[in-house]
């Protein structure tokens, strides 16, 4: 009743297993509009499993998805904007406790939930939503990937490149699809248009501004510092300021 234009689709299971997965797979290249593949993925999970399964689905069909996520003890999280072959898949940089070969399961007691504060969650989901919205309606920027630290209320900003050494073959298939394209689209990619505001259909004034992928800042000390806010000198600061 709130937007008789929506229509929703639920399918309860377990996307990792083998039937399951073939059924997910197909709901992305043929649940859109008309049968057509679907615009957009948003990934909501809560476990390192069912992450790897849509970043799997999403690599073999080339779809773009946006992962999200909240840290172990709730006061963290992230959104991570995924182009299969031209930014890193989820694979491509696992979280740290995969990375440390850690099995995911060992850190949870049964029977007893993750630290869980809905005002993370919330903040998360919003940011998750906003950036769903840029990306759809074709307005600002949308972050590639976008961290929350809210002991420091800190938001970092990385640009993830993906790895030629992705244990996804699917991921290294689609580098090489991407590497293909490149010439033709760096030159676009490299100029900077000048910021013209526009306003869209949606009347929704914005900014047009073409992104060097290149100059970003890459995140390439793991998760810990994704979330870690940079240490000011204080009387360095003072100094620049007056």
């Known amino acids: 009743n709130i937007n008789p234009d929506v229509e929703i689709c639920a399918h309860n299971y377990n996307i990792t297993s083998v039937d399951n997965f073939d059924h997910f797979m197909t709901t992305i290249s043929s649940g859109g509009i008309g049968g057509k593949p679907v615009d957009l993925v948003l990934s909501c999970v809560d476990n390192f499993e069912a992450r790897m399964a849509i970043n799997q689905a999403c690599n073999e069909l080339g779809q773009t998805w946006i992962e999200s996520g909240v840290?172990?003890?709730a006061v963290s999280g992230h959104i991570q904007l995924i182009h299969p072959g031209r930014t890193a898949c989820f694979g491509c940089a696992p979280p740290l406790v995969v990375?440390?070969?850690?099995d995911e399961k060992t850190l949870k007691r049964e029977g007893v939930c993750a630290a869980s504060l809905p005002?993370?969650?919330g903040v998360v989901a919003g940011l998750l939503v906003q950036n769903?919205?840029?990306?759809?309606l074709k307005f600002g920027d949308v972050t590639e990937y976008l961290g929350y630290n809210a002991?420091?209320?800190?938001f970092p900003q990385f640009s993830l490149k993906p790895n030629p050494g992705c244990d996804s073959s699917e991921c290294v298939k689609r580098q090489k699809v991407w590497a293909a394209r490149l010439p033709e689209e760096k030159v676009e990619e490299e100029e900077e248009e000048e910021a013209v505001v526009h306003e869209e259909e949606w009347g929704i004034p914005w900014k047009r501004r073409r992104w060097n992928y290149n100059s970003r800042p890459c995140c390439s000390g793991g998760a810990p510092s994704c979330y870690q806010a940079p240490i000011h000198d204080a009387a360095s600061d003072m100094?620049?300021?007056w």
Do not use: G, H, P
């Open 239 to 241: 100094q620049r300021i």
């Open 71 to 73: 840290s172990e003890n």
């Open 119 to 121: 005002t993370t969650m």
């Open 151 to 154: 002991l420091n209320d800190f």
């Open 99 to 102: 990375a440390s070969k850690i």
């Open 132 to 136: 769903t919205l840029k990306y759809l």
